[in-house]
């Protein structure tokens, strides 16, 4: 028997009405994660970046809302062996696993010392991975987050029990505390694609953003705000985020900086040439900037 149209679907123009026409006729197919986002997580596990142990740990694949989750998600309680613990559990990706615990090694430790004279005993976590747009907006580009490429940090706990809070200590702790996360900002602009601390912008008034993503065709780099030029060269990182020409993305369907790379080949080291991946690129797209903590669920956007 022959389907009958709505009088009102026949005011539609000819492209719309066959949408909804084929929209009526079957299941709608479910969104799929980018694949190169699975190839990246089994490339890094593949090389070994990271050991699995009592502190990180291979979990069950995460599996949507949408395309959101990781094939092979790691449940985080400690960096460093043991020695730098978490005070909740991050579930992160091998590549941001294997970054944090260098960004560890190359940056927050010799900070520490160089500042108070003891090492970093605790990160304090806001959010790891989280399904949701960036920014926590609805209908925006979905964040890093979703995918397990992001961490946002809180604070720090040394070792010999002193809190560090971003929000309390950024503008307002003493000297050396504020020394101490400058120090934390600049290294991690050459660790991390994307780092978004206080004074980068209303979202991040009380944490720092930092993830693996790529910004534009140039791969230009996201430090906000802008540290001292002895960080890295302008041409690397962008004081006002992707340029509107290298900024025709989405959805973060871009591979991540380090996903095709060797151990601890994170962006800092875009400062000198970056070594040929070891694998082929798949055809790659930008992402938009700007992160935010915890929240609710984005969605696939176009602008």
């Not at 949408?66 to 094939?71: A, N, Q, R």
């Not at 926590?136 to 940090?153: C, M, T, V, Y």
């Amino acid at each position: 028997m022959a389907r009958r149209v709505s009088p009102l679907l026949l005011l539609l123009p000819p492209v719309a009405l066959a949408a909804a026409l084929a929209g009526c006729s079957g299941p709608v197919q479910k969104p799929q994660r980018p694949a190169w986002r699975t190839q990246a997580e089994n490339a890094c596990i593949a090389r070994r970046l990271v050991q699995p142990s009592a502190y990180v740990q291979i979990a069950h694949e995460l599996e949507g809302p949408g395309i959101c989750g990781l094939t092979r998600p790691f449940k985080v309680t400690a960096l460093q062996g043991g020695a730098v613990s978490f005070n909740a559990t991050a579930t992160l990706d091998c590549n941001m696993v294997a970054e944090l615990d260098q960004w560890v090694t190359d940056v927050v430790q010799p900070a520490a010392r160089a500042r108070f004279g003891v090492d970093v005993a605790q990160i304090n976590s806001m959010g790891s991975y989280s399904c949701r747009g960036m920014n926590n907006q609805r209908g925006a580009p979905l964040s890093e987050h979703s995918f397990g490429n992001a961490l946002d940090i809180g604070g720090f706990v040394l070792a010999d029990g002193r809190q560090i809070s971003i929000v309390k200590d950024w503008w307002r702790g003493d000297e050396q505390t504020k020394a101490f996360l400058m120090d934390v900002h600049g290294g991690s602009c050459k660790h991390f694609s994307t780092v978004l601390s206080p004074g980068s912008n209303a979202f991040h008034y009380n944490h720092i953003h930092v993830d693996l993503a790529m910004h534009g065709r140039s791969g230009k780099h996201i430090c906000k705000p802008y540290p001292s030029e002895t960080v890295a060269p302008p041409s690397v990182i962008s004081k006002d985020g992707p340029s509107v020409e290298d900024d025709d993305s989405d959805t973060g369907e871009r591979p991540p900086l380090a996903a095709f790379q060797g151990a601890g080949a994170g962006p800092r080291d875009a400062i000198g040439p970056i070594a040929a991946p070891e694998t082929p690129l798949p055809p790659r797209r930008d992402v938009e900037v700007d992160e935010e903590p915890t929240g609710s669920i984005g969605k696939k956007h176009r602008p």
